[in-house]
């Protein structure tokens, strides 16, 4: 069976990878952020590639899903690496 429908496994990349990852920069660029405040993002570990090797274990399948959460702990990552100085925490959260 073909589980490749790479049109909507872009789709869910651009919404659940790139969007948290748009709301928080505007938010920093709106420079409307209190004093102390922290960039919380609910994600996934569906986004962890070693846990893919446990649940997924020979089967795989779901691929813009844990493609999109692993895009979007990535995108979080490195935001918090670029807003360290500006005294923006950034927080990952699982469900």
Not at 9 to 15: A, P, S, T, Y
Not at 32 to 57: D, F, M, P, Y
Request: aromatic letters at 4%; proline letters at 3%.
């Amino acid at each position: 069976e073909n589980t490749l429908n790479f049109e909507e496994q872009l789709k869910q990349i651009n919404i659940c990878g790139l969007g948290p990852l748009r709301m928080n920069n505007a938010l920093i660029q709106s420079k409307a952020l209190a004093e102390g405040c922290k960039l919380v993002t609910i994600t996934s570990q569906a986004g962890s590639v070693e846990w893919r090797t446990t649940q997924n274990a020979g089967k795989g399948g779901d691929y813009g899903h844990h493609m999109s959460r692993a895009a979007c702990n990535m995108g979080q990552v490195l935001l918090s690496e670029e807003v360290k100085d500006m005294g923006y925490p950034v927080l990952l959260l699982h469900p």
